[in-house]
Every structure is written in structure tokens, then in C-alpha cells.
């Protein structure tokens, strides 16, 4: 990214080592110039106006702010820009936390962990994360996010972490079975956006927060890989006797399952005496 009319002083460097300070062309505003990354060099004309609505040519706006905006804009352009530009990249681990993104970035296809929290992502769409098989976490926390797709996560088979608590989602889409860690605390979930049987398959899922929704029951069937499970939902109404222990196998024990939190529900779980049997201990919960 560089301003029309400066000239490389560092033939070898990146864009981003270069000064990209405005020059003003006319009273309409800034101009900036956008190369795309190709051997051709293709320039962009691109008004300041369009990335920071309103700004002019008396904008007080740093020339950092400015740059990240600038460079922002410049990826809804071109796919192939590299999200190293905009995030930070370290080894195979992309941290754009705090960065202004209303959309999942293009990453590289070498991406394991990202970090994309603290931004402005409304929805996600079944082509951001398209080819990432060896994307292991997904961490949006704090965001808008309200929808996403249902091919979004279940075709990344290297998927252990999904992490989206403090959005607005109400609905769950289709889970990767590899799924080891899903905590969605603080959305908008309802029961009737989580398929059903939606985590009989996660065979590897040791770990489900889902405290803080609007869901009037619990999840069920659950998987015996689970070894943790908060709940603590003031809108649970309904429960059953068999949604932790098969009561029909009196040898059926779930040694793992050590920590359920229900808490803060208006559930009596002493309704279902026969519903703890195969449990290391007791559900943290009412009982009277």
C-alpha cells in the first residue's frame, strides 16, 4: 500500500515497510494506491472516502489507523492478499484480535490456530475456512456473529477447538466430529437450534460450555467422551432420567463426566434420583 506518487526506496522490502503517508489530490479527499500482489504490479486508485466514511482532507486520522483501514479494504478486494498484512503471523498461528474485520480474512493454508476476537464479524460463510485441514482452533470470541453457514466447520477433520462465546448466535451449525473443545457461553441459543442428536458423533468432545443461552433442556444423547458440562441456564424448564446414566444398564458408569454445572436453573434435580448413578459425583445444582 502506498500513496500515489511515492517512490520504492527499499526495491526488496514488503509494502508494509514502506511510509504510506497520503498525498492530497484534490479537496474530495485522500488517495491511495493498492497494488495487487501479482508480477504485473497493477495499480488501484482507491478514495480514502470509501474505507473511512467521511474523511477529508482536514481528517486528523494517524497515518497507522489510516494504513490498517487502507489495508483492510484492500483484502475485500483481492482474496489473495496476504492476511499477514492485517493480522499477526506467527509460525502457523494467525492473530487478528481487535482488528476492525467484519469478515473472516483469506488465510494461509498452512493456518492452525486462529485468533480473531474483539472484531466486528456478523456472519460466517462455508468458504472462510474452505481448505484449512489443518486448522486445529477456531477462537471468535466477542464478536456479532448471529449466523453461520452449515458446511462453515464440520469438513475440518483437524478441528479440536471451537471457541465462540459473547456473540449473538442462535442456532448451532453442523459439528466436526473431531471436535474436542465447543464453548458457546453467552449467545442467544435456543434448543430448537441444536439438531438433534447433534453431539451423539462427537466421539472425541471432552469439553461443553453452553452457560448463559436461552435453552429450556439439556442436550441429549450426550457423548461418554464428555468430561465436562455447564448449563447454567435460568430458562431450563426440562430434564429426563436418562440423560446422564441408562437406567436400563445398572453397571453403566461415566467415570470421566466429573464436573456438570446446573446451577442457576429452576430445574429440582432430586426429581430424577435414578439420573446420577454412573457419575463420579453429583451435579452442581438444586436439589430441594
Known amino acids: 500500500v502506498m500513496p500515489l506518487g511515492a517512490t520504492q526506496t527499499m526495491p526488496n522490502a514488503s509494502p508494509l515497510s514502506q511510509q504510506a503517508e497520503p498525498a492530497v489530490l484534490s479537496s474530495s479527499g485522500f488517495y491511495f494506491i493498492c497494488t495487487e500482489p501479482s508480477g ?17 482532507t482536514t481528517s486528523t486520522e494517524t497515518e497507522e489507523s489510516l494504513t490498517r483501514d487502507i489495508l483492510l479494504f484492500c483484502l475485500s478486494l483481492w482474496p489473495g492478499l496476504p492476511t499477514c498484512l492485517v493480522c499477526v503471523c506467527l509460525g502457523s498461528s494467525v492473530y487478528c484480535d481487535d482488528a476492525d474485520l467484519e469478515n473472516i480474512p483469506p488465510l494461509p493454508q498452512m493456518t492452525t490456530y486462529l485468533y480473531a476476537r474483539f472484531n466486528h464479524i456478523r456472519h460466517i460463510r462455508a468458504r472462510d475456512f474452505k481448505g484449512l485441514t489443518k486448522l486445529k482452533r477456531i477462537d ?24 465462540l462465546p459473547e456473540n449473538q448466535l442462535t442456532a448451532l ?8 473443545v465447543l464453548d458457546v457461553r453467552l449467545n442467544q441459543l435456543r434448543s430448537s437450534g441444536i439438531q438433534p442428536e447433534a453431539f451423539r458423533a462427537l466421539e472425541k468432545l471432552q469439553f461443553l460450555y453452553l452457560a448463559d443461552n436461552l435453552l429450556d433442556s439439556i442436550p441429549w444423547p450426550l457423548p461418554l467422551s464428555l468430561r465436562s458440562l455447564h448449563l447454567q441456564v435460568r430458562s431450563l424448564s426440562q430434564s429426563r432420567g436418562d440423560i ?33 448413578f454412573c457419575l463420579p459425583r453429583l451435579p452442581v445444582g438444586r436439589f430441594t
Request: a negative charge.
Open 244 to 276: 446422564f446414566c441408562d437406567g436400563g444398564e445398572p453397571r453403566h458408569t461415566r467415570r470421566e463426566l466429573e464436573d456438570i454445572r446446573l446451577d442457576s436453573n429452576p430445574i429440582n434435580l432430586s426429581l430424577f434420583p435414578d439420573a446420577y
Open 173 to 180: 451449525p453442523v459439528l466436526p466430529r473431531g471436535l474436542e
Open 40 to 56: 504485473t504490479r497493477e495499480e488501484t486508485l482507491i478514495p480514502v472516502a470509501q474505507i473511512l466514511p467521511g474523511t477529508s
Open 140 to 163: 471468535l470470541s466477542s464478536n456479532f456473529i448471529s449466523s453461520i453457514d452449515n458446511d462453515s466447520f464440520h469438513l475440518l477433520p483437524a478441528l479440536q477447538d471451537l471457541i
